[in-house]
């Protein structure tokens, strides 16, 4: 079945470091890849997202490129702040059809932590 | 993206009790609401599918008997956890389907906190 692998956490960085969290999928079609943050205490936020291969997702400073080769979807940041600490998680779904839902597939969450 | 919130945020209950979650979405005719797990530290985990006016689809492993799952109207689905054991104790989410196509975005509420002891 489908599935999403993240690089093991946690990840702790100082300010202003560069970010990389990896992400690998399984799947047998051509899904719709999605980063989603986790602030603590909070629900998830949907950070970016890619729906076909060799696009770019970018939001607030991240970025992401959907790779069919290598099947991968890995996180990127030139510089990350303090308030980025948060549960990154990568994600995919496949459209279902004009009339319902594809199901979200998570990846295992990386916890980030950034240091002053 | 549509705006979707959850009561309570946390609640406390015994052993035995039935608790219901709400998941509201505020801005958005929502068909199709998702309800997630999610354990200390851990990814999320899919539980049901709720379908505005029908019955919900639950994934494998899930008991529908325990998690009663009603989604009367467009705005407003629930969750009840009946006679619960301190091992429902999780973190519940619901997201709310953002369209249908392609993209099939979710957009996700805070979550609910539930302990039993």
């Known amino acids: 079945g489908d599935s999403v692998t993240q690089m093991e956490g946690p990840v702790t960085l100082s300010e202003e470091a560069f970010l990389t969290i990896n992400c690998t999928y399984t799947?047998?079609?051509?899904?719709?890849l999605f980063w989603y943050v986790q602030y603590p205490g909070e629900g998830l936020q949907l950070l970016l997202k890619a729906t076909k291969a060799d696009d770019k997702g970018s939001n607030k400073g991240f970025e992401a490129t959907y790779r069919k080769e290598t099947t991968s979807f890995h996180l990127e940041k030139g510089s990350v702040q303090v308030s980025d600490s948060a549960v990154y998680f990568c994600?995919?779904?496949?459209?279902?059809?004009?009339?319902?839902?594809?199901?979200?597939?998570f990846g295992q969450g990386t916890i980030l932590t950034v240091h002053p | 993206g549509a705006v979707v919130s959850q009561h309570p945020s946390w609640v406390i209950c015994k052993s035995g009790t039935s608790v219901k979650i709400e998941c509201r979405s505020l801005d958005f005719q929502a068909t199709t609401m998702f309800w997630y797990r999610q354990f200390p530290k851990q990814s999320l985990m899919l539980m049901a599918t709720?379908?505005?006016?029908?019955?919900?689809?639950?994934e494998q492993g899930v008991e529908k008997d325990k998690f009663l799952i009603n989604h009367a109207s467009l705005t407003l689905s629930t969750l009840t956890v009946t006679s619960a054991h301190p091992e429902d104790s999780s973190f519940y989410i619901c997201?709310?389907?953002?369209?249908?196509?392609?993209?099939?975005?979710?957009?996700f509420g805070p979550g609910t906190r539930l302990t039993v002891l």
């Open positions: 709720s379908n505005e006016g029908s019955k919900a689809t639950y």
């Open positions: 997201s709310v389907g953002g369209g249908r196509g392609a993209y099939n975005e979710q957009f």
């Open positions: 994600a995919l779904i496949f459209n279902a059809g004009g009339t319902s839902y594809g199901k979200l597939t």
């Open positions: 799947a047998t079609g051509y899904p719709s």
